[in-house]
């Protein structure tokens, strides 16, 4: 039993062979550690820029609607103030109303459409189902086309589409 040790337990050589092989090993796994690390500190600054971005999206997304429903204030109150004072009609009652037949005005008026108001160049027109939109010419809207103009045309303001005319009503 007290017998000769064998080559592998006293071999010098073969314990800093060893040595050396665990050595690269955990060099390697240090180099794997730290590339993971950039990989994760760079994933992580993508998703704060995304982040920003998404804040900054809803930002400018809250200062739209509160500038639209400023202008919508405005359009009421101008309303309301013209209604009071020439005895027009009030503007609870401009509801759209049937359209005119074709011809009328040189085009067809698109049923359910209302001209509300006019400003440098452009125009707040009334869909039936989306509310109130601002146009300019050149603009596409869905489920209308293309806005070529707005102009006055029979003695009346029109916002001429690749559809049809839009009037106030």
């Known amino acids: 039993m007290g017998g000769t040790p064998t080559a592998t337990q006293s071999d010098p050589m073969t314990f800093t062979a060893a040595l050396e092989r665990i050595d690269r090993e ?3 796994l240090k180099t794997s550690i730290e590339g993971s690390a950039k990989q994760s500190n760079a994933q992580v600054a993508k998703i704060t820029d995304r982040l ?3 804040d900054k999206t809803q930002s400018d997304t809250a200062a739209k609607v509160a500038r ?3 202008s919508l204030d405005r359009i009421d109150h ?3 103030g013209a209604a009071e004072q020439t ?3 009030p503007s609870a009652s401009l509801a759209p109303g049937p359209a005119r037949p074709p011809g009328a005005y040189g085009a067809t008026i698109l049923d359910g459409w209302v ?3 006019l ?4 125009a707040l027109i009334q869909s039936p189902r989306n509310g109130v939109l601002e146009v300019i010419p050149g603009d596409n809207v869905p489920g209308l086309g293309r806005i070529d103009a707005i102009r006055r045309q029979d003695g009346r303001w029109v916002v001429v589409t690749s559809r049809g005319l839009i009037v106030s009503r």
């Open 119 to 122: 400003f440098n160049g452009g």
């Open 115 to 117: 001209l509300r108001d």
């Open 68 to 70: 639209t429903s400023e």
């Open 26 to 28: 955990i060099t390697n």
């Open 78 to 80: 101008r309303l309301s």
């Open 52 to 54: 920003d971005r998404a």
């Open 87 to 89: 005895g027009a009609i």
